[in-house]
């Protein structure tokens, strides 16, 4: 089987612009482990791309990307090669919603949420709404203009339409006009930064692992650090947290993250990452087995396997600023 791997940072999507160094070292991370994970099970052969100035990964077959290509022309050509294609991008400015649909018009297998769950994911306003609608505790989520009168501090502000950290501030006051249009308030909870790493397919999900997020805050800002993967036991109330998420949003599909908030009173969901995160990572440190051996069906066909019993994880620490 031919599979298709873009992680479209690395990748070539970004040709000629300058890209900030923790953003190189993420999706270096996902794609190389990935990469590795694919290969290393029976008959299974991966292509991908690099923007020129990067290094290939030092597994697969690599097309070098340089200014002046197309990239998403190249990629349609490389999908339609492929038996299967693994996408990884932001899903901010319908970035991984267009080249889902882009591949799933090329190629029948394509590993990724519904091009129309990816773009509720992308909006921080949408995704809680569908998770309060489904009873799922969420952080509540508002427009400047609607947030309640008497609220007090701290808050989050950050992009309505956003992946990951990106753009995130935190004010010890209420917010006042002018704000930019397209960002939303949250109120700042006091808790442990925390993410769950699920597979799922049309509401089946499983919980793999969970994450401890290490986010520093400092000068206004939330900055993400890294992350322990397996540091926290899945217990039935995390089994019952991400099985809801699943079930609130059918169209999740494969290897997807959940951001939430550990609680006294329970996990308080953030967002959820249409796509893999930092987190796989460690992923297969973490269970002791190639979390892609127990895919190789979901791979082929699309069906969530059953997955045999694993051990309870190991923590594994994943810090992307420390790459070379």
Not at 10 to 39: N, Q
Not at 224 to 232: D, R, S, Y
């Amino acid at each position: 089987m031919l599979v298709f791997v873009v992680e479209t940072i690395t990748g070539g999507g970004a040709l000629g612009s300058e890209l900030p160094a923790s953003l190189i070292a993420e999706g270096t991370l996902m794609r190389d482990t990935l990469i590795c994970d694919l290969e290393d099970l029976p008959g299974v052969r991966v292509i991908t791309t690099h923007d020129a100035r990067f290094p290939a990964p030092p597994r697969g077959t690599s097309t070098a990307l340089r200014l002046g290509d197309d990239p998403r022309s190249i990629w349609r050509l490389m999908a339609q090669e492929a038996d299967c294609c693994w996408p990884i991008a932001p899903e901010s400015g319908g970035v991984l919603e267009g080249l889902v649909r882009d591949f799933r018009a090329q190629c029948r297998r394509v590993v990724a949420p519904e091009a129309e769950t990816i773009a509720l994911c992308a909006s921080k306003s949408r995704t809680a709404q569908a998770l309060v609608a489904a009873g799922v505790k969420v952080v509540p989520t508002w427009p400047l203009e609607a947030l309640p009168e008497g609220m007090g501090g701290p808050f989050v502000l950050k992009p309505d339409d956003g992946a990951g950290g990106l753009g995130l501030r935190v004010l010890d006051h209420r917010p006042t006009p002018p704000l930019a249009a397209d960002h939303v308030v949250q109120p700042y909870i006091e808790g442990e930064a925390a993410s769950l790493t699920l597979l799922c397919q049309s509401g089946r999900t499983h919980v793999l692992t969970a994450n401890r997020q290490h986010i520093v805050r400092a000068n206004g800002t939330l900055r993400f650090t890294g992350v322990t993967v397996g540091a926290f036991p899945v217990d039935d109330t995390l089994r019952a947290f991400g099985e809801s998420v699943g079930a609130a949003l059918p169209g999740l599909h494969g290897l997807v993250g959940v951001d939430y908030i550990a609680t006294a009173e329970g996990p308080v969901a953030v967002e959820v990452n249409p796509r893999l995160t930092t987190s796989y990572a460690g992923l297969r440190r973490a269970l002791a087995v190639n979390p892609l051996a127990f895919m190789a069906e979901f791979i082929r066909d699309g069906v969530v396997p059953d997955l045999p019993h694993l051990p309870p994880a190991r923590p594994v620490d994943i810090v992307p600023e420390e790459l070379p």
